[in-house]
């Protein structure tokens, strides 16, 4: 029976701009004289699941904005893909104070709440949000604000 020599893993690193997005790894096991080894068992880990995570059929999951590793290993072979999660924001969803009405001269009396999301709907942490008026002359005492999800 062929014992695997060779891993390789397609793609060979990942790079996630949103929690919650998944691309699945495609192995590829050879024997010792370089021929693909159909069906070859390889079992899939990583090395912080807090960051990215990996099903039996290495499917990669981002589960939280930083860095891990995702290993194949097929009998005494083994490959390693490096993944890295980040958030880019793509969605903003005011939350409250929108469309109030106040004094001259008076701040509002509810807070401008917004929520910042990544293309999965996930809530960014750190992203910078410009307030802007845009209608009745009004004016901004902190017109930029960093989200804190």
């Known amino acids: 029976m062929p014992i695997p020599a060779n891993i390789t893993l397609a793609p060979a690193s990942l790079s996630f701009t949103a ?4 691309e ?10 370089g021929n693909t080894l159909q069906n070859a068992a390889v079992t ?11 099903s039996t059929d290495g499917t990669v999951i981002a589960r939280s904005v930083g ?19 980040s958030q880019a924001p793509t969605q903003l969803q005011k939350i409250a104070g929108d469309g109030q009405t106040g004094i001259a ?7 401008l709440v917004v929520e910042v ?18 209608q009745g002359g009004g ?7 960093i989200t804190d999800s």
Do not use: C, R
């Open 117 to 134: 999301n990544d293309a999965q709907g996930a809530p960014v942490s750190g992203a910078t949000v410009t307030f802007t008026v845009t």
């Open 44 to 54: 899939w880990s990583t090395s912080n699941p807090v960051v990215a995570d990996v």
């Open 105 to 111: 001269g008076q701040p509002l009396p509810a807070p």
């Open 67 to 85: 860095s891990a590793e995702v290993t194949a290993v097929s009998g005494p072979a083994s490959a390693t893909v490096p993944v890295v999660v």
């Open 139 to 145: 004016s901004l005492a902190t017109p930029t604000s």
């Open 19 to 22: 929690v919650g997005q998944s």
């Open 24 to 33: 699945k790894l495609i192995p590829t096991v050879t024997d010792q004289q």
